[in-house]
């Protein structure tokens, strides 16, 4: 019990739980110090962007860079290879639209769990 008191405490200093044994580590950390588990690394590093995916579906979609941007490198080749049948620029356009329309947590929430090269975020 003692041990959650003491973690209270340091949370408003920047600390917090590991994930694995419970002791206190910054939560910038990656790794705990004690058991060595690899930690949730800060949303503020590895997010992406809602406005940023939607500006670029929406200028450059057609060349499928918004899913280059979002880790679809698979989706983004094919956006490119067929960027000369206009098809995806359409696509884009409605992707664009649908990310502007998405909350923030909402498309944070789906582009984490976007997964491989021909992952859609949708």
């Keep these: 019990m003692k041990r959650a008191d003491t973690l209270t405490q340091r949370s408003a200093t920047g600390m ?3 994930h ?39 200028l450059f979609g057609g060349l499928g860079l918004h899913k280059f941007y979002l880790g679809a490198w698979g989706w983004g080749l094919v956006y490119l290879l067929l960027c000369w049948t206009l098809v995806p620029s359409f696509v884009a356009l409605v992707e664009g639209i649908r990310y502007l329309v ?21």
């Design 102 to 122: 998405l909350s923030e947590a909402d498309f944070q929430r789906k582009a984490d769990q976007m997964r491989g090269p021909f992952a859609f975020l949708w």
């Design 20 to 58: 694995a044994c419970g002791d206190p580590v910054h939560e910038l950390a990656y790794l705990c110090p004690r058991c060595g588990a690899m930690q949730d690394s800060p949303r503020a590093d590895d997010g992406n962007s809602r406005l940023i995916a939607s500006v670029l579906a929406l």
């Design 16 to 18: 917090s739980a590991c």
